[in-house]
C-alpha cells in the first residue's frame, strides 16, 4: 500500500512538463546538465517527486532573472549547501545587469540624439563624429557619447 501511494505521489515527465509548462526535451536536457536530480524510475519511465515541480519553477525564474544555464548548477547547489556561495553568485549577476543597463541607457541615448540631430546626414554630425572616434580609439559608447 505504501509503494503504491508513494507510486502515485510521483510525476510522471508528461506531467512534469504539463505542470509547468516546460517541454519534457528540456527537462530532460536540464537533467542531464545536472540542473535536475535524476528521478526515480518505475517501468523505465522518469517519476519524480511533487517538489521537481518547485524546483523547475525556481530554474524558470533563474532564468528569467537573467542567469544563464551553466550558472543555474553553481546557484542551485551553493543555495542547497548553506553556504553563502549563492550571495557572491546573486551580486556578480547584479553587477553584470547594472553594466547591461547603463550600457542600454547610453545606446538609447546615442539613438535619440541621432533621431534628433538637424544635420540631414548623420556623417555631418560633429557630435557623431567625435564618437566614432572616440570609439575607434577604444573609448566605450559610455564614455565616448557626450550626455
Known sequence: MLEVKMQQERLTIGELAHRT???TSALRYWEERGL???PARVSGQRRYP???VGLVGEILLLRDVGF???DLKAL???RSSAVD???ELAQRKLTELDERIAQSQAARTA???ALACPHEDIHECPNFGSVTAARLAGSPLRQAHPH
Open 36 to 38: 535536475l536530480p535524476a
Open 76 to 78: 542551485i547547489t551553493a
Open 50 to 52: 511533487p517538489s521537481a
Open 21 to 23: 509548462g516546460v517541454a
Open 111 to 113: 539613438i535619440a540624439h
Open 68 to 70: 544563464k544555464l551553466r
Open 85 to 87: 556561495g549563492w550571495r
